[in-house]
Every structure is written in structure tokens, then in C-alpha cells.
């Protein structure tokens, strides 16, 4: 996990410095986990999914993965 983290700072933390975030303040940190959640939301969005329903006429259960 720390080496996820430490990853995480490499690759945001400049980018929020430049937004005007003061390097290791809270702000700063919630910037880093924004981006890095913006594009773990890119790159899992773009895949296909699989949609399956099962049931009856009204009652309908369904699955996406």
C-alpha cells in the first residue's frame, strides 16, 4: 500500500503543486486522490461489460460485470 501511495505522489503531486495546492497539506493530498481516482475512472469505464438478467414477467434480477 505504501508503494501506491508513494507512486501515486510521484506521478500527482506535481500536478497539483502547479494547481496551487501547498505540498503536503490535506488539499493537497485530497488533489492527489482526485486525479488518481479521475483516471481509475477512465480506464475501467472504457471496458466491456456484460449485462445478465434472470426472472419472470415483474420481477427481474440483474448483473453487470
Known amino acids: 500500500m505504501e508503494r501506491?501511495?508513494?507512486?501515486m505522489i510521484q506521478i500527482y503531486g506535481p500536478a497539483c503543486s502547479k494547481l496551487g495546492y501547498q505540498p503536503d497539506s490535506d488539499p493537497w493530498r485530497d488533489c492527489i486522490l482526485s486525479l488518481n481516482e479521475q483516471e481509475n475512472?477512465?480506464?475501467?469505464?472504457?471496458?466491456p461489460m456484460t449485462t445478465t438478467c434472470f426472472g419472470h414477467r415483474?420481477?427481474?434480477h440483474?448483473?453487470?460485470?
Open 4 to 7: 501506491e501511495v508513494e507512486h
Open 41 to 47: 475512472m477512465l480506464r475501467y469505464s472504457t471496458r
Open 58 to 60: 415483474g420481477f427481474y
Open 62 to 65: 440483474c448483473s453487470a460485470f
